[in-house]
């Protein structure tokens, strides 16, 4: 995770202090939410799975149409 935005993000969403225990993102439970969560809504990367994975395409595809 990119340090303090994404440290206070999942710190309030999780109930944590991760900005004081930056640690504790190395958690399986709380890697695993934030990954999840990050992908699915976007919040490293801006842009949501479904940007990559849809009706039309997958993420092997969209891949190796960058390459």
């Known amino acids: 995770m990119t340090r ?3 440290d206070q993000t999942y710190s309030d969403l999780l109930g944590i202090d991760l900005a004081g225990n930056p640690d504790d993102a190395m958690k399986p439970e709380t890697a695993l939410f934030a990954l999840f969560h990050g992908v ?3 919040t490293f990367t801006g842009r949501k799975n479904t940007a990559y994975i849809n009706e039309t395409a997958t993420l092997a595809e969209h891949f190796m149409a960058t390459m």
């Open 40 to 42: 699915k809504l976007g």
């Open 4 to 6: 303090r935005k994404n």
